[in-house]
């Protein structure tokens, strides 16, 4: 099979975009759970996915005008997105460096992996777990490490207060408790 340079352009730019959320220099942390996670989509897109589209493609292309074949059509666009996300995730899991946080454990203090609650100026109150960029997820209260947020929090203590640049100024934010899973 023969790569379109294009969708390698593709692949390239949304490993470029997901490289410059890490600086310069710096390791790819990732948890072990995010790197499982990572690993193990990827082993279902090389042993379940990609061979059953190919089987799929292969018995559209016996069909014969392949030109108005929609299931040729689209599995060939499907096995494109598979072949890119392969690549991803196998580039991604390259540069991953995997972090243990339980090695905190009982610590008090904000390091990657670490599960921290704290209250903003407003007296909003927070849960986050500081993750990977692989494996940031908001909406479930897991944030990047190099985001805002995790960097103002960083090496912070409990009972601690930081500044926090937001869009609308300096925010000062107090941790209230730091865990790590056991």
């Not at 292309?61 to 996300?85: C, F, H, Q, T, V």
């Not at 109150?125 to 990977?132: A, D, K, L």
């Not at 960083?154 to 300096?170: C, H, M, R, W, Y």
Request: aromatic share 8%; hydrophobic share 35%; glycine share 6%.
């Amino acid at each position: 099979m023969t790569t379109n340079p294009a969708n390698q352009s593709d692949d390239d730019d949304e490993l470029q975009n997901a490289l410059l959320q890490i600086s310069p220099g710096a390791k790819n942390y990732i948890t072990r759970a995010g790197y499982l996670s990572m690993k193990e989509e990827l082993l279902e897109l090389i042993d379940v996915a990609r061979p059953d589209v190919v089987r799929i493609v292969s018995w559209a292309a016996s069909n014969g005008d392949r030109s108005e074949n929609g299931d040729y059509i689209y599995g060939k666009r499907r096995l494109r997105e598979i072949d890119r996300r392969i690549r991803f995730l196998t580039k991604r899991l390259d540069l991953a460096e995997v972090v243990d946080p339980q090695v905190h454990h009982g610590s008090d203090q904000v390091f990657f992996g670490a599960t921290v609650r704290y209250v903003t100026s407003a007296g909003v109150e927070h849960e986050v777990t500081i993750v990977g960029v692989d494996e940031f997820d908001p909406l479930r209260g897991k944030i990047s490490w190099v985001s805002p947020v995790a960097r103002a929090l960083n090496k912070a203590f409990e009972g601690d207060s930081v500044k926090l640049q937001t869009p609308s100024g300096i925010d000062e934010i107090t941790v209230i408790q730091v865990t790590y899973p056991s």
